[in-house]
Nanobody, 118 residues
Framework: QVHLVESGGGLVQAGGSLRLSCVAS?????MGWFRQAPGKEREFVAA??????RYVDSVTGRFTVSRDNAKNTVYLQMNSLKPDDTAVYYC????????????????WGQGTQVTVAS
C-alpha cells in the first residue's frame, strides 16, 4: 500500500475549472480518481495506468488525468465544471487491471470536496 494525499478541491462556479493533485508515497501500476456525492455510491471518474487512460463518459472531453512519475503525483484537471460534478473526490492507487473498479485499488486518499455552484 501507498499513502495518498489529495489537494486542490474547493468551490467554483459552473463552467469553471479546478485541478486536483494526489501525491503518493510510492509508485503503483494504476492511479485512479473516484467521486462520491451525498447519498450516492462511489463512482469511477478517471484512471491512468501503464495500459493507458480511461474516463467515465460524463467527464470525457472536460477532465484530463495526468501523471508525473518523478514526483509520484497524479493530477485531475477539471474544466467546464457542472453542478452534477459536486462530490468528494478520492485518489486511489492499486495494481488491478480493471481500473474502473474500486476493487482494483488498495490505497485511498482522504478525499477532497469539490462543489460546483450553479
Amino acid at each position: 500500500q501507498v499513502h495518498l494525499v489529495e489537494s486542490g478541491g474547493g468551490l467554483v462556479q459552473a463552467g469553471g475549472s479546478l485541478r486536483l493533485s494526489c501525491v503518493a508515497s510510492g509508485r503503483s501500476y494504476a492511479m485512479g480518481w473516484f467521486r462520491q456525492a451525498p447519498g450516492k455510491e462511489r463512482e469511477f471518474v478517471a484512471a491512468i495506468s501503464w495500459r493507458g487512460i480511461r474516463y467515465v463518459d460524463s467527464v470525457t472531453g472536460r477532465f484530463t488525468v495526468s501523471r508525473d512519475n518523478a514526483k509520484n503525483t497524479v493530477y485531475l484537471q477539471m474544466n467546464s465544471l457542472k453542478p452534477d460534478d459536486t462530490a468528494v473526490y478520492y485518489c486511489a492507487a492499486g495494481s488491478g487491471a480493471r481500473v474502473t473498479m474500486t476493487s482494483s485499488y488498495d490505497s485511498w486518499g482522504q478525499g477532497t470536496q469539490v462543489t460546483v455552484a450553479s
